[in-house]
């Protein structure tokens, strides 16, 4: 009885050890996951060209010189300076070449005749049209209907992503490669992905092998 027990005991310490595993490595895949405002941060290390009506020297910062700004004349800077500028009114700021109602339509309609990922205009098209929009839409023409267009893109490829994610699950597949995806794109599968991907692990873990019913078993 006592060796019985014991046995018990060490399958149950066992089982209770590989849960704890599985939490703690799911409990860290979300801690690693990056929040959307972190992604947004990257995004405004992005450069965007401004009209500054105001004059000042160059700039000297660890991510490099900025400037000389001088009134009437373009200038490149960092959008999260750019912003700072518009919303003390010390600029304009010039919409990237890709944010036109032309060429988003192009986009959206490849994104919507292609099976695979379309390249997107920039690696954050996303964060770079709400940043913009919301700050800015007096300097970027035609702003709704380019808000729309990039909602319509965002949407399609969010839709391919959720099927190929499906797909590798339902296929039991080992890896799969996906190209032209944003940090955003990927940031916002990951939780679903790997939630999907833990379950299944634990179902097959706890199938009888052999078992011709698929039951389950508890420790």
Not at 93 to 111: F, G, Q, S, T, Y
Request: charged share 25%; hydrophobic share 40%.
């Amino acid at each position: 009885m006592f060796g019985s027990s014991a046995g018990t005991s060490r399958v149950a310490d066992v089982s209770s050890g590989k849960n704890k595993v599985l939490g703690k490595s799911n409990s860290l895949a979300r801690q690693t996951a990056m929040d959307p405002s972190e992604v947004e941060f990257l995004a405004e290390k992005e450069t965007v060209k401004i009209i500054p009506n105001f004059s000042l020297d160059k700039i000297y910062l660890i991510g490099g010189d900025l400037g000389p700004f001088n009134p009437g004349l373009p200038v490149d800077v960092p959008v999260w300076l750019a912003l700072n500028f518009k919303q003390r009114q010390k600029c304009r700021i010039v919409p990237p070449a890709w944010m036109d109602v032309e060429k988003l339509e192009e986009i959206r309609e490849l994104e919507r005749k292609e099976d695979t990922f379309a390249p997107v205009p920039s690696p954050y098209y996303m964060e770079l049209t709400k940043l913009l929009l919301n700050y800015a839409s007096d300097n970027i023409p035609k702003a709704d209907e380019i808000r729309t267009l990039v909602k319509d893109i965002w949407d399609t490829r969010i839709a391919k992503l959720r099927l190929s994610a499906d797909s590798f699950i339902s296929q039991l597949e080992a890896h799969a490669k996906l190209d032209n995806l944003t940090l955003m794109e990927i940031n916002t599968i990951r939780a679903f992905l790997l939630d999907s991907l833990n379950c299944m692990y634990k179902l097959r873990s706890n199938l009888q092998p052999g078992s011709s019913k698929g039951q389950f078993t508890d420790y």
